[in-house]
T-cell receptor, first 115, second 114 residues
Framework: GAGVSQSPSNKVTEKGKDVELRCDPI?????LYWYRQSLGQGLEFLIY????????KSGLPSDRFSAERTGGSVSTLTIQRTQQEDSAVYLC?????????????FGEGSWLTVV | QKEVEQNSGPLSVPEGAIASLNCTYS??????FFWYRQYSGKSPELIMS????GDKEDGRFTAQLNKASQYVSLLIRDSQPSDSATYLC??????????????FGSGTRLQVQP
């Protein structure tokens, strides 16, 4: 696709439910990133995938969060047993690879509200 | 100490003035530096990238990097009301960290007054 595509764009879920957020990166981009942004805050790194390498999961806030990337393309971020503090916009981004000069492009985000 | 620090603002400047946005970072071996603009309710978009000490100009925007002082700035000349947004500084860690994802500051909100 022309840009990074994320779905759903908005999700309201009840506390304790599981949610899945999907990201389709720009075609040909091997690096994929997930960030989280709470209202009025900066971007918090969650997880990074590069090709077939082991993902960098160092930013995941708890074991309720997990992500996978199938076939080196589409990624799914799963949040189990959601809590109200999980409410945020979840931003996916991709780049050609992880080289210093490669621009990271963001999707429009998935806005998650846990009630 | 945060890895990337920015003044949250708001920074208010009159239309036509120069807006100066500043950022400091803690990882001395960081390689790449980026400025993103984020309008309210939208995702960040890249404005400038800079990799070497000195200035880099692109239209009304100039990025300045001083690795010795661990400082990067963004100047916006002839500020327009449409420049009103939050500006995020981002740093790519050095290769020795094994981390490749950008680390973002919390952003500076810029308000350009008509």
């Amino acid at each position: 696709g022309a840009g990074v595509s994320q779905s759903p764009s908005n999700k309201v879920t009840e506390k304790g439910k599981d949610v899945e957020l999907r990201c389709d990166p720009i075609s040909g981009h091997t690096a994929l990133y997930w960030y989280r942004q709470s209202l009025g805050q900066g971007l918090e790194f969650l997880i990074y995938f590069q090709g077939n390498s082991a993902p960098d999961k160092s930013g995941l806030p708890s074991d309720r969060f997990s992500a996978e990337r199938t076939g080196g393309s589409v990624s799914t971020l799963t949040i189990q047993r959601t809590q109200q503090e999980d409410s945020a916009v979840y931003l996916c981004a991709s780049s050609k690879d992880s080289s210093s000069g490669n621009t990271i492009y963001f999707g429009e985000g998935s806005w998650l509200t846990v009630v | 100490q945060k890895e990337v620090e920015q003044n949250s603002g708001p920074l208010s400047v009159p239309e036509g003035a120069i807006a100066s946005l500043n950022c400091t970072y803690s990882d001395r071996v960081s390689q790449s530096f980026f400025w993103y603009r984020q309008y309210s309710g939208k995702s960040p978009e890249l404005i400038m990238s800079i990799y070497s000490n000195g200035d880099k100009e692109d239209g009304r925007f100039t990025a300045q990097l001083n690795k010795a002082s661990q400082y990067v700035s963004l100047l916006i000349r002839d500020s327009q009301p449409s420049d009103s947004a939050t500006y995020l500084c981002a740093v790519r860690p050095g290769m020795d960290t094994g981390r490749r994802a950008l680390t973002f500051g919390s952003g500076t909100r810029l308000q350009v007054q008509p």
